[in-house]
């Protein structure tokens, strides 16, 4: 249960890292469409299951 904590805390701090470096290179970014990007890639899994079942 541990490890799994520590993977989604690490999994959301690479995301709020991630979002800050694209706010400091590209300023000028559509955030809607990289939000919901953002969001179906880490939901991709869940997608998959779905279909797949």
Known sequence: MAAFVA????KLASIVGLLGLVLVLYPDVHWGALLIGLILALKANLFAFLVKT
């Open 7 to 10: 993977g989604e805390l690490i």
